[in-house]
C-alpha cells in the first residue's frame, strides 16, 4: 500500500472513533437526583392519655393553691392572735402602771395623772373588773408613819379615779408601807422607786375590752 492510501485509511478511522464517541455521549445516562428522604408518619395522637396529665397537672395545681391558702389562714391567724394577745395585753398593763410619789408626799404627780387618766377608759369599758391599790413608801420614818403615807396615796389614787367616773366599790385600797419595797437599795434611785402605788386587777379581767369597742 501506497502512502496516500494508509493516509486515508487512518483518516476514515479517526472518523469512526469520533463518531461512536459523539454517539456514546449522546446516549450518556442523565444525573438522577437523590430520592427525597421518606416523611415520617404522624405518631397517633392518644387524647385519653393527655387528658389524664392535663387532669393531673390541674390536681397538682389545685393542691398547691390548697397548700398555700391554708399557710395563709395559718399565719393570719397567727397574727391575729398575737395581735389580740399583745392588746390585751397593753390594756392589763395600763390597768396596772404604777405611779410615783415624791419623798412624804401623798399628792398626785402631773406623771402620776396622765398614768391614772389611762386607765379610766379602760375600768369603764369593762364594769366588772375592779381593782386593788397598794401604797407603799420608802424605808425612812417609822413603821406606823409610812402604813398610814402609804394608805394616803392609795386614797389618793382611788379618789382620783372615782371623781372621774369610777366606782368606789369596784377598788379597793391597802396599805404596806415600807415593807414591800421592789429596790432594796439606800439611796434617792431605790427610795424614789419604792414610793409608788401599784394597781392589781383582783376580778373581771380575764379578757380586757377595748376603750370604744
Known sequence: MTAQPRAAGRSVSVVLLASAMLVG??????????APAPVPQATAVDSTAIRDSIARAQAARDAALARQRAYDDSVRRANEEAAAA?????????????IHFD??????????RATLDAKVPVLAA?????????????????????????????????RYLTERGVAATRIETISY????????????????????DEFEITAGGTHLNKPGS
Open 25 to 34: 455521549a449522546c446516549h450518556k445516562k442523565p444525573e438522577v437526583a437523590p
Open 86 to 98: 399583745g392588746a390585751q395585753t397593753g390594756l392589763r398593763n395600763t390597768v396596772t402602771a404604777v
Open 103 to 112: 419623798f412624804d408626799k401623798s399628792d398626785l404627780r402631773d406623771d402620776s
Open 126 to 158: 369593762n364594769p366588772d373588773v375592779t381593782i386593788r391599790i397598794a401604797g407603799h413608801t420608802d424605808e425612812r420614818g417609822s413603821v406606823e408613819y409610812n402604813i398610814a403615807l402609804g394608805q394616803r396615796r392609795a386614797a389618793a389614787a382611788k
Open 177 to 196: 408601807g415600807e415593807g414591800r419595797p421592789v429596790s432594796d437599795g439606800h439611796d434617792e434611785s431605790a427610795w424614789a422607786q419604792n414610793r409608788r
